[in-house]
């Protein structure tokens, strides 16, 4: 028997785990490029919107991989 849930259920409304994942990956990569400003360390990326982008992508594939686990 597979005890890991397929979905998520928030409030009635079943959510897939990478919808979570990703809100997940949104939240916290807003939170590091917040401290990337507050440092002055994003003056060092060439195009600091990509560097969201990517942290988003990065985060949320740690979340996928290690927190939800399908």
Known sequence: ???IPHEFAIG???MPPLLIAS???VIAAMVTARLLNRYRLSKYF???PLVLLALMVIYTILFEMFVIRM
């Open 1 to 3: 028997m597979d005890q």
């Open 12 to 14: 009635g409304i079943y």
């Open 23 to 25: 809100m997940l990956g």
């Open 46 to 48: 060439f195009y600091p």
